[in-house]
């Protein structure tokens, strides 16, 4: 059974950075292809960043393309959030997922991932 924590959100004045981790234990993160999702108050959950895993292909959305990057470590079975140049309107928690899908396409399905992490809060306030 794989299991994924969230760690390193937090506040953030704009302009800030930070870099969220997603740690696996169970099984290897290699087998998956990993998300970054986020849900801010009173909105929906929605697709932030994810990686396939074979290949190191990534996606991002529209939203935080140039701003953030996502990448995994193979040794440390993490994968991380690199966000950047912050926003007020990136404020929400974070959730990393995953999905047991070999391949090279980075494509994470909100109601496809199998794995959820517990949630990490970034707020982003001056």
């Known amino acids: 059974q794989l299991q994924l924590v969230e760690s390193g959100g937090g506040l953030v004045q704009p302009g800030g950075s930070l870099r969220l981790s997603c740690a696996a234990s169970g099984i290897s993160l290699d087998y998956f292809t990993i998300g970054w999702f986020r849900q801010a108050p009173g909105k929906e959950r929605e697709g932030v960043s994810c990686?396939?895993?074979?290949?190191?292909?990534?996606n991002y959305a529209d939203s935080v393309k140039g701003r953030f990057t996502i990448s995994r470590d193979s040794a440390k079975n993490t994968v991380y959030l690199q966000m950047n140049s912050l926003k007020p309107e990136d404020t929400a928690i974070y959730y990393c997922a995953a999905q047991a899908l070999w391949g090279v396409q980075a494509v994470c399905v909100d109601n496809e991932m199998q794995y959820w992490g517990q949630g990490t809060p970034v707020t982003v306030s001056s």
């Open positions: 990686i396939a895993s074979s290949g190191g292909n990534t």
